[in-house]
């Protein structure tokens, strides 16, 4: 059975500072990653998507990277800013179980001005 | 629609009554997923479909729950004789499915269920 970590749970940063986010996998069997925000009471906005024959997806200040191998993927964002505070999700899907995806706890990041 | 559209946002009602969520997907998105979030459990997998059809309903918790896509686009999610803990926000999402495979899901606002 498929299991997402994300550490650390909870983050807080200066305001300028990069941001290092986490996600560990344990069945390295993926059809792709996906990284989600969620601010509270709402739903979830998609960030990334990296396919599982991709290392590495960017947009703007985000940068996500993936090392299927290892089963781990990490989430940059840079030059932090107070509007990047939030939970951030990271799921991975299955192709044989229909892209259905498994979902870590999250990281809450707190970006202080 | 411009995303995917769930429907009420909020739903409060009373332990042991039915209740009837709506998912509206993004047009063209033939898989939809429905998934719930609850403060202990973080966010699990309730039922995938592909088309009209449901190929996975492995996560619905109990035979209380069911759901239906009708016409490759709008799904309803309903739980019969609510109890206390279905409270939780239910999230629809939905996703392309070119000939190369899933493209990413876009996810709806939710709808928050509170069970009295």
């Known amino acids: 059975k498929q299991e997402v970590t994300q550490i650390p749970a909870a983050l807080s940063v200066p305001e300028g500072e990069n941001l290092v986010l986490n996600c560990s996998f344990t069945d390295s069997a993926i059809y792709n990653l996906q990284w989600f925000r969620q601010d509270p009471g709402k739903g979830l906005t998609s960030l990334l998507l990296i396919q599982s024959s991709q290392r590495e997806q960017t947009s703007g200040r985000l940068n996500a990277s993936l090392d299927k191998s290892s089963g781990r993927s990490t989430l940059y964002i840079a030059a932090s800013q107070p509007g990047d505070s939030a939970t951030y999700l990271c799921a991975v899907g299955v192709k044989a179980a229909g892209n259905k995806l498994t979902f870590g706890g999250g990281t809450r990041v707190l970006v202080k001005p | 629609g411009a995303g995917v559209s769930q429907s009420p946002s909020n739903k409060v009602t009373e332990k042991g009554k039915d209740v009837e969520l709506r998912c509206d997907p993004i047009?063209?998105?033939?898989?939809l997923y429905w998934y719930r979030q609850s403060l202990g459990q973080g966010l699990e997998f309730l039922i995938y479909?592909?088309?009209?059809?449901?190929?996975?309903k492995s996560g619905l918790p109990s035979d209380r729950f069911s759901a239906e896509r009708t016409g490759g686009s709008v799904s309803t999610l309903t739980i019969q004789r609510t109890q206390q803990e279905d409270s939780a926000v239910y999230l629809c999402?939905?996703?392309?499915?070119?000939?190369?495979?899933?493209?990413?899901?876009?996810f709806g606002q939710g709808t928050r269920l509170t069970v009295v």
């Open positions: 479909f592909q088309g009209n059809s449901a190929p996975d």
């Open positions: 999402a939905s996703s392309l499915v070119p000939s190369q495979g899933w493209t990413e899901a876009f």
């Open positions: 047009s063209g998105h033939t898989a």
